[in-house]
Each structure stands twice: as C-alpha cells, then as structure tokens.
C-alpha cells in the first residue's frame, strides 16, 4: 500500500487499517485534536490564569506524565514558564517527600483513575494539604479518580475524552492543563496542528517498522538527550504502542549515532512551538502507521498490567522471589560484554528518585561506549513499567533488564489510607516486574546501590 494511502486512511480513522479485533474504534480521538477551538483555548488559558499559586505538582505516570514533561522543557528551552511545574512520576520517597507545599497546587492526573502510583501521591499530598481548592484532577468520566475528586471537594475535575489512549493524550487536557498552567501558548501550539505534514510523517513510520520487520528493530532518537522529555515521550509511544506478539520498535537514546548494530533513525527536532506541533502529532501518526505495516493493534497495551498485578499481590503479602543475579555497578561492562548474545540489548531500569537522571544517562552513555554491538536504553522506575516496560514484556525476547536498586529507600514514608508506604511500593515494583520478566522470557540482573 502506498504511504499517501496510508496517511489518507489513518486521517480518516480507517480502523481496517490494523489488524483485526484492533481497539482502534474507540482510540482514534486523538485525530480530533487540531480541530480544537479558539474559545476553548482561550477559556482554559483563562482558567490556568485565575490560579493563584506558582508551583504546580503534577502527580501522574506514562502518559499523565510524559506529556507535561515535555512542555515544561520545551518551556524552560525557550526561556522559562509562568509558573514551576514538577511533575511526580517516581514511588522513591526521596523525590517528593519534602517539597514545599506552601505556594502549591496539585494536578492529580490518570486516565483510568486507577493507577496505583497516582492513588498514592493523591492519599499522600490530600493527606499533608488538605486543601481540596488547591486540588485539581484529570480524568476520564466516571473512574475511582472522579469520584473521589468529587468527594473530597477539588476545584475542578477535566474530563478527557474516554477514545484517547494515554500516550495519544498530550494534546488533550492530560497535557494542555499543566501546559496552560505553565504558561505555553496553547492557541499557537493547536493553529500549527493543521499545517503538519502528515505524510512525512506516515512515511517514517512506514520506514522504522519496514527495517524492523528486516530485522533492524532499534531505533536510534537523535537529539534524545539535548531534548531528554520530548525522548522519553518518543520512546513511549514507539515502545508501548509496537512492542507485542514478539514485535517491536525499540528506541534507543543517543547523543549522535553510535554502535555497530543495525538500526533505523529518528531526529528530534522540536525547534519553536511549530516544530513541536509537528512533533507531537506527526510521531502519533507515524506510529499508527508502523503498527499498521506491523501487523500488530498500536492501540491496545496488553502486558502493561503484568508487573502492577503483581506488585498488587506483593503488597498484599503474597511472597515472590525473583531470584535474579547480582552485580556490582563497577562490574556491569564487563558482565554484559560476556551476557549479551548478538541482537540482543541491555536495557537500564533505575529505581530511583527523581533528579536520579543525569547519573543514569551518564552510565548509559558509558556502557553504550563499552558496548558497540548492543543497544543500551535507559529508564527511570517505576515510570518506565507504564511506557517502554510494554515493549521489554510483550517484544521480542533480546532484553537483559539491568535493575538499579537502593539498599535503603531512607526513613518509611507512609501512604495514608493504603495500609503501606512508599518504600514498600517501590521495592514490590522491582520485584513484580523481574517476576513478570522472568516468566516471558527476558533476563534480569539487580544493581544494587547505596
């Protein structure tokens, strides 16, 4: 099929495109978004300026969280925001334990009103607040997060549209109110949707998924560390959205092109808020694309809820014993030098606090050096499990999950009304997910560190 094709159907919301029993129907609205109104803009600047504090909180994971990442960037890139926006997407208490709350306000934000993370720092913030005007949630109509944001009184619940996948939503509330809170010009951002080349687009879709089928799955996203949110939204949505059935695209971060494997390439290349339009879309629309030459449903995320049933049942008591080996940080080249196989990539899973970034990308960059026939990608933990955990479950079976682990979480920060506290949270996450790991196919080894 020709890519004009391709880019027409996809426009159209086509759900023939994709495979059959694809979830598409009810997750093409996404396609809506430069169909968004003056008015409605204006009327959600309008509202974000009526808000009296300076920090802003957003409490999310995946794409609750990814999305506000990159538009904090791409504002702090251009200058600064209006207001401080910190977004929470880590269990490790040292992240968020002592941020001062005096000029705060809090953006409880899960398209499921479900998600375990976002329970937490709503239980954990209402309960050291308790101020629900200072309170707002996201969230799609009816879910546990509505109703409870209902109950306790916030000032305003957004309802997102329920056929917009997380990581399809950072055009819609789940990204545009941290946006308009920060101060981006929203009304610029959506005048420049209409005018991004879908083709281009469709076609570098078409192109990554065509070298993946040739056996070239990685990916390499260019610029991913000059633009470090806007890459690790690009990894989500290319890892979540293809890595199933044994398939999968598999991006990797790089300062330039490095290794000796075979590849594809994508550039990040998100200069002015035209240039960021056209990313935002474009790369949603690339990646219907590739899942269409796939043959797989980009839409759905079948293996996203493994690890979190399991961490379920650790938290409840259950025993697992992930039995994975131990190395020392200082011996991890060495180790996966003589562990990899040929086609095989080692990918880092850092269980640590936030700010914790800049170390995790220095060693992947190190190992990367050391390690030119393999791939080595880099995550952050639990946040990763709601993104490229997708694609190390349900893709092919080449990950070694490097798992980066604290002897000591620090003093036990309790989860009011949860019955467990967030140290707990966070080493049961590292546990279920080597569990799940293990059980489709994927090595694991721990790390641990002080």
Do not use: C
């Not at 479900?114 to 954990?124: G, K, L, P, Q, W």
């Not at 690790?232 to 494997?261: C, D, F």
Request: charge should be negative.
């Amino acid at each position: 099929m020709a890519t004009s094709d391709i880019a027409t159907r996809i426009l159209e919301g086509d759900v023939t495109l994709w495979v059959d029993n694809s979830v598409a129907a009810n997750r093409l609205g996404w396609l809506r978004a430069p169909e968004a109104t003056q008015e409605e803009l204006h009327d959600l600047t309008r509202w974000a300026e009526s808000i009296d504090q300076s920090h802003i909180l957003v409490l999310g994971m995946g794409g609750s969280s990814l999305g506000p990442r990159v538009f904090a960037e791409f504002l702090a890139n251009q200058g600064g925001s209006q207001r401080k926006v910190t977004v929470v997407d880590s269990t490790d208490p040292r992240s968020f334990a002592d941020i001062p709350l005096t000029d705060t306000a809090f953006v409880v934000s899960s398209k499921s009103g479900t998600t375990v993370e976002t329970e937490a720092y709503r239980h954990f913030f209402f309960e050291r607040i308790r101020h629900p005007d200072r309170f707002f949630a996201i969230t799609d109509a009816g879910t546990p997060l509505a109703e409870a944001a209902a109950e306790l009184g916030f000032k305003r619940i957004f309802t997102t549209p329920e056929d917009v996948g997380g990581r399809f939503s950072a055009l819609t509330y789940f990204g545009t109110v941290p946006a308009a809170l920060a101060g981006l010009d929203l009304a610029a951002l959506f005048e420049a949707l209409p005018k991004v080349d879908i083709g281009r687009w469709a076609a570098s879709g078409v192109e990554i998924a065509e070298a993946a089928l040739a056996g070239r799955i990685p990916v390499q996203l260019v610029r991913a560390h000059q633009d470090r949110a806007l890459g690790m939204w690009t990894e989500q949505i290319l890892a979540e959205s293809t890595g199933k059935e044994g398939k999968g695209l598999l991006p990797v971060p790089t300062r330039s092109t490095e290794g000796e494997y075979q590849h594809s390439t994508l550039e990040l290349a998100a200069d002015g808020i035209a240039g960021l339009a056209s990313h935002l879309f474009g790369m949603e629309v690339a990646t219907a694309a590739a899942g269409h030459v796939l043959g797989i449903d980009p839409f759905d995320e079948p293996d996203v809820g493994a690890s979190k049933a399991i961490t379920r049942r650790i938290l409840a008591g259950e025993k697992f014993d992930p039995k994975v080996p131990r190395v020392g940080l200082d011996e991890l080249a060495a180790y996966l030098e003589t562990e990899l196989s040929e086609g095989q990539y080692a990918a880092l899973s850092a269980y640590q606090p936030l700010g914790w970034e800049d170390d995790l990308y220095r060693l992947r960059d190190g190992l990367a050096a050391q390690l030119p026939l393999h791939p080595v990608t880099a995550g952050l933990a639990p946040r990763h499990l709601h993104s490229t955990g997708q694609l190390q479950k349900g893709g092919p079976k080449l990950a070694h999950v490097v798992q980066i682990v604290s002897a000591d979480y620090g003093p036990r920060v309790a989860i009011p009304d949860m019955d467990t506290d967030f140290n707990s949270l966070i080493r049961a996450q590292a546990d279920g997910d080597a569990v799940v790991l293990g059980e489709r196919g994927q090595r694991v080894t721990r790390v641990i560190v002080d």
